[in-house]
């Protein structure tokens, strides 16, 4: 048979001699190796005291964008929600009054936008089918929690901190994001 | 005056065995904690470490969760073997610590103490006596679940044991021929003017080491237990404390096998190149008692890391070892140490 790989290795069938049946050279030897493992570094990391650092393209938690001035990107155009492969986004639209430019960037925009945590798969195709830039996905994850409501995340769990009123959260919240704009 | 002195050694006697039984359950109660970070840190893990600082409640935590687990016994168990099961382990697992020299005396409150509950002339068969009792608890235990699994596992612990025993058993009788007592207090004291035994029958100890693993159903040998063939082995059915005492009982009987072997084959509370007698008795017994502790924890030690090493064997490999390797092994061995005895005698 043709080996798929060259890392096959053909199996010892041949019965034990005296040596291996007594068993204990080989028995000290691996005494030996899992002793050296005292004195290994340990790769686990103490997660509440110390994290992970995730990558800058890492797909977390979903936040809503808003502009320079801190107005709300999203018009409420669904096309998130019908990109999303999980069906975990639900919006509801609204008009835009008159007074309130300084809210919301477009005429439109979303009165209500939830996504279902345990639901989304963090595939991040609705930061990419978003036309506005209104939505991307960060560097952390979902805590847990005791009740499955609490994975529903309302808008303003989402939304970003308003970029002119608080900066310091803003650029927080913002982290390692490159800024693209449009 | 002899009703009274009588009175104060009783109460002498209550003191020593209540603060052996307190700490002997301290410390099985240390070693399930040793045993998960021992295992953790021959794996690159960090073991447990949430539970107080550096993880040291959590024993304290285990017990508890013990504690307030629901008591489960099944509808069609014979009730009352069942609960004797465990008790009957515990109960064995810390009888054997009567007879262990603990250390020299202590000269308190103008009374020579000697640190050993009982000093008594066949100290080595008691041990052997209670501890082939042990399984008992676990036959008992597996009977009264009334499931095939425990019972499997119970009948593996019986025939274990009694492969295992003999051997045990040959290879100790090399070691009275050398010594020439039972007692294990005038073992020690022999080995302090002396050698310690581990230079005299170096066979003998591998054998006894061997077999102790094998009576204290640790790995490698494991089987009445065995999870993936026999889900719980002969404690599959049991919860709460009484599951706790099985699991507790487990590592008396390490911690006691362990002071066994420290005792017989490495001197005991003998400290290496100290001349006890030269130093004051207090001082002596508080090195004494050190020393022992400082064996029993490096064979703690041993215990955890060949659990952590080598896998559980097969059945039939297991039965092989016993019967064809380790018994005539045994037998081997002390007819070497009879010839040898009977040339250097004439
Ligand atoms: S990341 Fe994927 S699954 Fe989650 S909401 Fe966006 S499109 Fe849906
Ligand atoms: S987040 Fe983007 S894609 Fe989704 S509704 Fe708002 S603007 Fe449209």
């Known amino acids: 048979m043709q080996a798929l790989t060259n890392k096959a290795q053909q199996v010892d069938r041949r019965p034990m001699n005296l040596l291996e049946r007594m068993y204990l050279p080989t028995i000290i030897k691996g005494m030996a190796i899992t002793f050296s493992h005292i004195f290994k570094k340990k790769p686990t990391i103490n997660y509440p005291e110390k994290t992970r650092p995730f990558s800058p393209v890492f797909r977390g938690l979903h936040i809503l964008n808003r502009d320079e001035e801190g107005r709300e990107n999203c018009t409420a155009c669904g096309l998130c929600a019908v990109a999303c492969p999980a069906e975990a986004i639900t919006m509801e639209a609204a008009e835009r009054k008159d007074g309130e430019e300084n809210l919301y960037k477009e005429e439109k925009y979303a009165a209500k936008y939830e996504i279902n945590m345990l639901r989304c798969i963090f595939c991040g195709l609705c930061e990419e089918a978003c036309p506005k830039d209104a939505i991307y996905l960060s560097e952390t994850f979902a805590p847990a929690d005791y009740q499955r409501k609490q994975f529903i995340y309302k808008k303003e769990e989402m939304l970003i901190p308003h970029p002119i009123n608080e900066p310091e959260a803003y650029a927080k919240a913002r982290g390692n994001k490159v800024v693209t704009s449009q | ?346």
């Open chain 2, 1 to 346: 005056m002899l009703l009274a002195l009588d009175f104060a050694l009783i109460l002498e006697k209550l003191v020593l065995i209540l603060i052996v039984v307190m700490a002997s359950l301290g410390i099985a109660m240390y070693t399930t904690f040793a045993e998960r970070k021992v295992a953790a840190i021959l794996q690159d893990r960090r073991g447990p470490n949430r539970a107080g600082p550096f993880g040291l409640l959590q024993p304290l935590a285990d017990g508890l969760k013990l504690f307030f687990k629901e008591e489960i016994i099944p509808n069609l168990s014979n009730k009352f073997l069942f609960i004797l099961g465990p008790s009957l382990a515990m109960m064995t697992a810390m009888m054997t610590s009567a007879v262990i020299p603990w250390g020299d005396k202590v000269h308190l409150f103008g009374r020579d103490i000697a640190l050993q509950i009982a000093n008594i002339d066949v100290g080595i068969l008691f041990v052997f006596g209670v501890v082939s009792m042990g399984v008992y608890g676990i036959m008992i235990g597996s009977w009264a679940s009334n499931n095939k699994y425990s019972l499997m596992g119970g009948l593996r612990a019986a025939s274990q044991i009694i492969s295992y025993e003999l051997a045990m058993g040959i290879s100790l009788i090399a070691l009275i021929m050398v010594t020439g007592n039972l007692g294990l207090k005038e073992m020690v004291v022999q080995q302090q003017n002396g050698w310690w035994n581990i230079a005299k029958q170096p066979l003998g100890f591998l054998i006894f080491l061997v077999c102790s693993f094998a009576e204290c159903n640790r790995t490698p040998f494991d089987l009445p237990e065995a999870e993936n063939e026999l889900i719980g082995g002969y404690h599959t059915e049991y919860s709460s404390m009484k599951l706790g005492f099985y699991l507790f009982a487990e590592y008396i009987n390490m911690f006691v096998s362990s002071v066994i072997m420290a005792t017989l084959f490495f001197g005991g509370y003998d400290c290496p190149f100290v001349d006890e007698s030269a130093i004051s008795q207090g001082w002596a017994a508080i090195l004494g008692v050190s020393v022992l502790m400082a064996k029993v924890v490096a064979f703690l030690f041993f215990f955890m890391w060949v659990r952590w090493t080598i896998p559980r064997f097969r059945y039939d490999q297991l039965m092989r070892l016993g019967w064809k390797i380790l018994i005539p092994l045994a037998l081997f061995n002390m007819l070497v140490t009879g010839a040898v005895i009977l040339y250097f005698n004439k």
